[in-house]
């Protein structure tokens, strides 16, 4: 079992709908839960991060975490074609030596049809 | 202020040759990270250095290696070269390993490795 989960897609939603999307995770010892946008051809760009189980809300964007249900979340409202891209998340825990690594999921591609 | 740099942006190599791939961190931040994407999967951490000293390692073989340099640019080199090194390196840099932005960390754009 990989340490986290994220359905490939693809995803295809209408201009205007609410996207929903999800990582499981299996390691504890998770502190820090991310969400990385990442355009074709180019490196992740940070968009979300959270600390504590529950919601953390940014203009049409949504990160929820749930610690009990090793689960996180990311919602984006009134979804734009200008949100098409892949979404990751991503998961960081203390590695030992001072060092900290992130651990994430395969990504989900989105489409956003206008 | 400039991004985190990443050179070169393309690279074709064949197999069992050598490559070095460079990073130049954001201004201030002292820590360098490197992970492997690979086609349709999520980057995966190789190397994380912080005042020129590894702090970290990933489960990749010994042909990877990395170093800092006293101005926190790093280098990334791949020896031996297999068809599955092909992939795009990223670097990514915080000020600290502990303290980037928002916990996370600044990326580049990446290198895209080709070997064949």
């Known amino acids: 079992q990989k340490e986290v989960e994220q359905d490939p897609g693809p995803l295809s939603v209408p201009e205007g709908a609410i996207v929903s999307l999800n990582c499981t995770y299996s390691?504890?010892?998770?502190?820090?839960f991310m969400w990385y946008r990442q355009y074709s051809r180019k490196g992740p760009e940070l968009l979300m991060y959270?600390?504590?189980?529950g919601n953390k809300e940014d203009g049409r964007f949504t990160a929820q975490v749930d610690k009990s249900s090793k689960y996180i979340s990311l919602f984006i409202r009134d979804s734009q074609p200008s949100d098409s891209a892949t979404y990751l998340c991503?998961?960081?825990?203390?590695?030992?030596?001072?060092?900290?690594?992130?651990?994430f999921g395969k990504g989900t591609k989105l489409s956003v049809i206008p | 202020d400039a991004g985190v740099t990443q050179s070169p942006t393309h690279l074709i190599k064949t197999r069992g040759q050598q490559v070095t791939l460079r990073c130049s961190p954001i201004s201030g931040h002292k820590s360098v990270s490197w992970y492997q994407q690979v086609l349709g999967q999520g980057p995966q951490f190789i190397f994380q250095y912080y005042e020129k000293e590894e702090r970290g390692r990933g489960n990749f073989p010994d042909r990877f290696s990395a170093r800092q340099f006293p101005n926190y640019s790093s280098e990334l080199n791949v020896n031996a070269l297999l068809l599955g090194d092909s992939a795009l390196y990223l670097c990514?840099?915080?000020?600290?390993?502990?303290?980037?932005?928002?916990?996370?960390?600044?990326f580049g754009s990446g290198t895209r490795l080709t070997v064949v």
């Open positions: 991503a998961m960081r825990a203390y590695s030992g030596a001072g060092s900290y690594q992130l651990t």
């Open positions: 390691n504890s010892a998770f502190q820090y």
């Open positions: 959270t600390y504590s189980s």
């Open positions: 990514a840099s915080s000020l600290s390993p502990g303290q980037g932005k928002n916990y996370g960390y600044t």
